[in-house]
């Protein structure tokens, strides 16, 4: 999610406005092709993209850089992160930290371990997590697996009947409310 850089005189003026100031992008992990870890360096000593051995973490670098906020929406793997998302959220430190997040899992219990896990792993390298994590219960177990084996599940957010029904609300009151009113907008316009 990126925001563009608003000239407010007020947290309430820009809060009136956010609307007009937030657009979103999706970040697809299978675009990248990451490999498993392999830069030799620590990321939290790295400040610059071309500080990074590979080209495919400078181009990962780059792509995170960009944006002011994120919402992770993650399947739960055998009780815990799927392992392509650590794996990428470990490839970077200064991309992610200091930027706020909202956090979205499902599953056949919902994701709750994934949020557990996923919560400490953004945490530890300094991403403010908003307050609601949304954990979404799949009803079936064929969905599930579906899920777990990264299958397209054809989701539609119009569909009322769709796995996503009754979450439509919630998703958008926690990423209104608390990502872009509350963690990316009010504190922003204090750092001004």
Known sequence: MAT????????????????????????????????????????????????????????????????????FLSVQRDWGIAVELKNATDFLFHEWSGKPAMIITYGSQGGVYCAEQLEAALGSIGVPIVSKIIKIVFSTREFTYKAFRGENLLLDASDDDGPWAGFGDEIASVFWNELVCKMMVTESAFKT
Do not use: Q, V
């Open 4 to 71: 563009e850089k608003a000239d407010h005189s007020t947290a309430s003026s820009i809060e009136n406005n956010a609307c007009f100031l937030t657009k979103t992008d999706l970040i697809d992990l299978n675009d990248f092709n990451l490999p498993f870890f392999d830069e030799p360096g620590n990321p939290k000593t790295i400040k610059s993209p071309e500080d990074y051995t590979h080209e495919h973490t400078r181009l990962w670098s780059r792509r995170i850089a960009a944006y002011d906020a994120f919402i």
